[in-house]
């Protein structure tokens, strides 16, 4: 069967054959991942692709374990979820990351004040939800970064409302997430992110004159305005955060116990009881017997299927075969 190779391919193909250091060599993979037709006649070719990423991955956190200094930042992912905050210069990442995480990353009124990704957890209800402040989005941005954007699960893309220049730095991102093929909507050879848009410094006298331009651009898309300030739109973005992650916690119990309530089993949405006993143990999902389910007032512990749909919030019971 012929590839049929897109010329978004065959453009990454190429620059992966001029790249030097490893770093350029897997962001050029990457691409070439997301871009390649996904059909039975590139399978072979995606298998490579594949184990190339794999084997550079490898070699660069030997590296990083070596205390060998490589200018490449990736940060490994914990709790529920993790979601990578961007946007344009100064517009607000860091106060809006330490808002929410109590992280310490420097704020401060003039832009390029971030230039390494930091990480901190943000509280959303009994679960954490990690939150990446990273430097900003301009042409000059490293490699690395669209690297973050790409394997975060979700991403946060802040619009300043205090910035008179927000329209051009709009169209300026968008461009250069097109051309790095991070996409919001399904188009073809791109990868789909998980997105939530915000409008900061929403207390800026000027904050809805500037969201009426940007509407213009954008269209009617969903954007939430947020201020460290005032606290506006602090409490809706941790709601809307757990959402856009697209996933449910599910409770367990054993039998003749109280369900344990502190420590959710995180699971996308969509995920069975057979995913949620596979998520405790391998073993336990091929021991599988039954399981009981409660849900509110539809499930009071019920015997259910192992392809029973489960909810946020359920709680399962396993029984298991000896
Ligand atoms: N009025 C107002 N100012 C804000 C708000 N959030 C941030 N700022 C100010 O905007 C400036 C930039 O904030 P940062 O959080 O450092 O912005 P950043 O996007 O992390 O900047 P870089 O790391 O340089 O890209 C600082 O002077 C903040 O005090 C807000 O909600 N309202
Ligand atoms: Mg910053």
Redesign the pocket.
Known sequence: MPANLTPEYKQAEEKFRQAKTPEEKLICLEEMLATIPKHKGTEKMQADIKSRIARIRRELSEDRGSGKRVDWYSVEKQGAGQIAVF?A????????VHALTGLNTE???Y????TRPLAGMMPYEDIQIQLI?T??LTPDSPAWLFHILRTADAVCWLLDL?DDSVLETTEQIRELLARHRIAFTPEPGTTIKPLLRLG??A??PEAQDRLTILRELMGDVDILLV???TGQGIEEFRRRAFAVLDIIRVYTKKPGKPPDMNEPVILKTGATVIDAAYHLHKDFARKLAYARLWRNHAFTGQRVERTQCLQDRDIIEFHIQE
């Not at 100064?90 to 809006?96: E, M, Q, R, T, V």
Request: some cysteine; overall charge negative.
């Open positions: 946007g210069p100064n517009c607000g990442k860091s106060a809006l704020v401060a009124p832009p390029f004040t971030t402040d430097p900003p205090g900061t410094k207390d800026d201020s460290v300030n």
